[in-house]
């Protein structure tokens, strides 16, 4: 399969790296990690998504890419989403979303609907607003970022199905390369924004994908979700906590690839 990775000159004024497989032909796909996180959390998901073209960048303040002082709004992240989708000569794309990667999709297609044919939401918000928890935390890092305080990280969302150690490892490596900067400023991005189906419109065919034993959303809240966006489609994993992704990339695979393909 056709893979590389390309350095992206944005018009937000960054470079962000990404990854590129599949053959030009097929229909694109943006993948949109989580915060904390890089493109190479899709690492298991991708062998199951052979079908399309898909774009995984590093976003703004992690992985790889640029990590500047500012830009870290919701806004902000949704532009730079779009931003990606001019660089590689993309009018419209479905875009799937991981997490807070989701809420950013959200965003992206609620302010740039014609952007976003198609929409998957795995472990996404309705809302961000308030305060989590482990914000105390984030407020008192400090450059260079403790490798243990980010494995430590780890169990703030309850696994439930086994995830291979290597990944476990990349995903820490993530955390360790960004800055203590990113890290807040993302997160207050996210927090103070307005819920993107409350400040505007998604009407993107949606597939939300919710792991039922997720301690940090309700599923109260992905039920508002799919009423909030016409025709959207709920398929809850029973035996999954929040990082769904992580935890059933395969069926997570199967599922966004069959309802993306039955969109056209």
Not at 220 to 226: G, N, R, Y
Request: contains cysteine; aromatic residues 6%.
């Amino acid at each position: 399969m056709e893979s590389q990775v390309r350095n992206l000159s944005l018009r937000t004024g960054i470079t962000v790296p990404c990854l590129i497989q599949g053959g030009a032909e097929a229909k694109p796909l943006l993948l949109l990690h989580a915060w904390g996180e890089s493109r190479r959390c899709f690492d298991r998901l991708l062998p199951g998504l052979a079908g399309f073209r898909t774009y995984a960048p590093d976003l703004r303040g992690q992985g790889e890419a640029d990590k500047p002082e500012d830009g870290y709004s919701l806004a902000e992240q949704a532009e730079d989403a779009a931003a990606i989708l001019d660089a590689v000569g993309v009018d419209a794309a479905f875009v799937l979303g991981s997490s807070s990667g989701g809420y950013v999709g959200q965003q992206l297609a609620a302010a740039h609907p014609g952007r976003v044919a198609g929409l998957v939401l795995v472990g996404s918000p309705l809302s961000l607003q308030g305060r989590p928890a482990f914000a105390d935390e984030v407020d008192q890092l400090t450059d260079p970022i403790d490798e243990d305080w980010v494995r430590g990280s780890l169990s703030w969302f309850t696994m439930h199905q086994p995830v291979p150690a290597w990944y476990l490892e990349d995903r820490v490596r993530d955390g360790v390369r960004m800055p203590a900067h990113a890290w807040k400023k993302i997160l207050a991005g996210l927090t103070s924004a307005a819920p993107p189906t409350e400040a505007g419109a998604v009407r993107a065919p949606t597939l939300i994908i919710y792991g039922g034993r997720d301690d940090l959303l309700p599923l109260q809240d992905q039920e508002v979700l799919a009423a909030r966006i016409p025709g959207a489609v709920l398929k809850v994993y029973p035996d999954a906590g929040h990082l769904v992704l992580w935890e059933h990339p395969d069926r997570v695979a199967a599922d966004a690839t069959a309802f993306l393909r039955a969109l056209g």
